[in-house]
């Protein structure tokens, strides 16, 4: 099991930025960013293969936000979503998720994830 404490949430107007950070307190294998609006079902923003670092993203975040992942010592990493270009529709609560366990990469998928953070909200205005 690992901890994870996100960050870097705000309100932003749109066509703004904003970098959303998540400390991971041990091994992740894979690491992905969710998120879900009221009413809404929570979905995949992006995620990462930790150990090469492949990505993807869903289609609607696509070419303005990148996820990247910072490999520190003692197997901790720090987990980041650079988010540009802000969309009314980026509204929503943003959850940090970590796969521990096998060599599989979790993807979007939120089954293929145990861990999970608190959340940072995300406030766009038009």
């Known amino acids: 099991q690992v901890q994870l404490v996100e960050s870097g949430g705000g309100s932003v107007q749109a066509g703004g930025s904003l970098k959303l950070s998540c400390a991971a307190s041990?091994?992740?294998?894979?690491m992905a960013w969710f998120r879900q609006a009221p009413g809404k079902e929570r979905e995949g923003v992006a995620s990462?293969?930790?150990?090469?670092?492949?990505?993807?993203?869903?289609p609607s975040v696509k070419g303005r936000f990148t996820i990247s992942q910072d490999n520190a010592k003692n197997a901790k990493s720090t987990l980041y979503l650079q988010m540009n270009g802000i969309r009314p529709e980026d509204t929503g609560m943003y959850y940090c998720a970590a796969r521990t366990y096998g060599s599989s990469f979790g993807g979007q998928d939120p089954s293929a994830y145990r861990d999970w953070g608190q959340g940072t909200q995300v406030t766009v205005s038009s």
């Open positions: 041990g091994y992740t294998s894979s």
């Open positions: 990462i293969f930790s150990r090469t670092g492949y990505t993807v993203y869903a």
